[in-house]
């Protein structure tokens, strides 16, 4: 048979962006409470509430690709924004809005315009237009309504072109030249600025807010709209960047979370004069870990924050059933009230229906499923306990079937206490045939009886030793850093993670075990670091808090490992410091800083850290920033860099393409084994990629020297 394109190799949807196969019988019903719960918030057009919905479900059931087949339903109108996994409590609501502005920009299908101009061009020409209509229609003229009898040539033509088209926002407006179109954007900013003032006020942040999201949709030059676009994610720009789109800076003292919560509010809004907003947030296992639980409060207080001042939305969260079990019981009733006003439970398909995925999957790439598959394949494969496990099972028969390449043992490589349950339960069946069982005397019954006893003990210890072993097996590492990172900004030809990795041989005396996770980790790694080098070229708002979170979820991951990690922070009185994280393992002491500000703001920020690296010689500190981030050109600022790298214990360092991906790569892959998107036990994971990719700095930190 020839060798096609493996049609079951996609078995995992990532964002509801994506474009999978989707067998719509699969969740019929379940699908129409969803959009039926979108209908009813559309239909409230008197108080434009925003409701809530559980959509619960095992690992690999299908909660994502369900959301996947909303998007395909409804982008055309809706706006669908999808948030992952918050990861640090202090800026729970920046990171919600900073994936709300990634989201955004994703393209609406079949339109060349992204989701965030849709929903502008269609409330800006609302606005425009009822604003226009309503003046003349009143019958006491005062102030601005007395201005807008008189309208203009320019007037005119808005009211036209919007009325025929609110796309034409974009299309239209620039055909008279700059001028003409600098002109009507400003008669739009006039317009806009004046009807929310009159509906909502002037208060907190949304003014200045809606001023940048004019600004953003008047922009077609790529380098302003980016500028623009790094302003509302509330980062500083450069004095020249300031002047060349119009706008002022944030004041420092401000905070990021109130200033999030009154941009979403501000969507909200907008949204009133279009469709309700989709808000999905998915992949949130992680959050009901025991170190957590801080995180966790403060992600239960901001979603209730949402629902009190973000109208007009679905707020949909995807969970596991035991999840949302223990969600109910940590949140008061305020937020599972209003969260779980639509519950959906999605359950393994029947067998018939998950044949007919695996025969449309197989139509699509022109396979014959019954040529290419036994009944015994169908039956293995049919058994497996999701939809994601039974596509994963077809695509190593597939392999098989058409390559050779032997069928993968199922290791059932999940945690301790399921290796204990399956041995307790490997004993409870000898007991039929043994001895005790055909004991006839009490005394025999007791003697054969505590020999069982002593038998399951015996097993007990032994897979605690193992536990401990595979937790705190020593791996050969190098000091941190041992290899020069370049501290000037990297050019294209720098050589690729694959080409540096040595390959390794991992065996333990607890037999091949490892040796199986390491194809997998493999595996896992060069599918992600393909998917993640598409993903690098994409906007994305690069945070410093979310890098310090994402180091705070690895450190505590690694800690599972050893349980001799201790993280925390440094403070120098009242001056402000960069978002940092101090390490303590037994054999080192490390300070990971973050530093995206400004090169307005850096200096001072710099200064400061660099205060501490003299002043702490028993600590070493290293400080990124990401080479996407404008490169620092001040005077002052490239001293302090200088200052930074001649120290003994401290260096700055431009996080390049390849270092940003593999850092990504690591959190990824803790995230990805605590959401159960990779059936892995995760203390293995991590011994395993601690040889993998043992010269990397990130794991370098976590090693144990011999």
């Given amino acids: ?121 269609t409330s800006f020409s609302k606005i425009i237009h009822d604003t226009f209509v309503h003046a003349r229609n009143k019958k006491e003229v005062t102030g601005i309504f007395d201005y807008f009898r008189k309208l203009t040539d320019k007037d005119r033509y808005l009211l036209k072109e919007l009325t025929a088209n609110p796309l034409n926002i974009y299309k239209k407006l620039g055909d008279d030249g700059a001028r003409g179109k600098r002109e009507y954007w400003q008669r739009i900013e006039t317009i806009i600025d004046g009807w929310w003032k009159r509906q909502y006020g002037d208060v907190g942040y949304s003014t200045s807010i809606l001023k940048g999201i004019v600004k953003f949709c008047s922009y077609s030059d790529i380098n302003k709209k980016k500028l623009v676009g790094k302003w509302l994610a509330a980062n500083e720009l450069e004095e020249v960047e300031l002047k060349s789109v119009n706008l002022k800076n944030w004041k420092e003292e401000g905070s990021k979370e109130t200033f999030s919560l009154d941009a979403m509010t501000v969507f909200g809004k907008l949204s009133m004069m279009d469709e309700p907003l989709i808000i999905i947030f998915d992949q949130l296992e992680a959050l009901g870990l025991e170190y957590n639980k801080n995180l966790l409060q403060s992600f239960g207080d901001s979603i209730k924050e949402m629902f009190t001042y973000v109208p007009n939305s679905l707020i949909i969260l995807n969970l596991f059933p035991d999840r949302w079990e223990y969600f109910k019981d940590f949140f008061d009733g305020s937020v599972i009230g209003r969260v779980s006003q639509c519950q959906i439970i999605l359950n393994k398909p029947t067998q018939q229906q998950l044949r007919k995925i695996l025969v449309v999957k197989s139509q699509a790439n022109d396979i014959d499923i019954e040529q290419l598959l036994t009944s015994e394949d169908l039956q293995d494969i049919l058994r497996q306990d999701s939809i994601r496990e039974v596509l994963n099972r077809a695509s190593h028969y597939y392999r098989f079937r058409t390559q050779g390449i032997p069928l993968p043992t199922i290791h059932k490589i999940t945690s301790f206490e399921d290796e204990i349950k399956e041995q307790l339960d490997g004993i409870k069946d000898q007991i039929k045939d043994s001895s005790f069982a055909k004991a006839t005397t009490f005394e025999e019954e007791v003697r054969e009886g505590l020999k069982l006893v002593v038998n399951e003990i015996t097993i007990l210890r032994q897979l605690v030793a193992l536990s401990m072993q595979q937790g705190t097996a020593s791996l050969e590492g190098n000091p941190l850093f041992s290899q020069p990172i370049s501290t000037a900004m990297p050019d294209s030809t720098s050589t690729t993670y694959e080409e540096n990795t040595p390959t390794t041989e991992i065996k333990t005396e607890a037999g091949n075990n490892l040796v199986a996770i390491e194809e997998m980790i493999n595996d896992y790694l060069e599918s992600e670091r393909k998917s993640l080098n598409e993903e690098y070229e994409k906007l994305v708002i690069i945070d410093d808090s979310d890098d310090i979170g994402k180091m705070l979820n690895i450190s505590e991951a690694f800690n599972t490992l050893t349980k001799d990690i201790e993280v925390s922070y440094l403070k120098v009185g009242t001056r402000k410091l960069p978002e940092h994280i101090l390490i303590k393992t037994p054999t080192q002491s490390v300070v990971i800083g973050f530093l995206q500000v400004s090169d307005m703001v850096f200096p001072s920020r710099i200064k400061n850290f660099n205060g501490l690296v003299r002043s702490r010689q028993d600590l070493q500190f290293f400080l990124f920033r990401d080479e996407r981030e404008t490169t620092i050109t001040g005077k002052v600022g490239m001293e302090e860099i200088d200052k930074l790298n001649l120290a003994k214990n401290g260096q700055f360092i431009y996080m390049d393409r390849e270092n940003r991906i593999n850092f990504e790569l690591v959190y990824k892959l803790i995230g990805d084994i605590q959401n159960r998107d990779f059936k892995i036990d995760l203390t293995s994971a991590l011994t395993v990629l601690s040889a993998i990719m043992n010269d990397y700095w990130l794991v370098k930190i976590f090693q144990k020297p011999k």
Wanted: proline share 4%; net charge neutral.
């Fill in 1 to 121: 048979m020839a060798i096609k394109t493996n049609p079951f190799s996609d078995s995992r949807v990532d964002t509801p962006f994506q474009n999978h196969i989707d067998l719509k019988e699969i969740f019929h019903s379940e699908f129409g409470r969803v959009t039926s719960v979108l209908d009813d918030i559309k239909n409230d057009t008197e108080n434009h509430q925003s409701k809530g919905a559980v959509v619960t479900g095992d690992p690999g059931t299908g909660k994502t690709h369900l959301m996947m087949r909303l998007a395909k339903d409804r982008l055309a109108h809706n706006r669908l924004l999808f948030i992952r996994q918050p990861n640090n409590l202090n800026s729970v609501l920046y990171h919600i809005y900073s994936r709300v502005l990634e989201s955004f920009v994703e393209k609406v299908p079949g339109s060349s315009y992204s989701q965030l101009e849709h929903l502008l061009a």
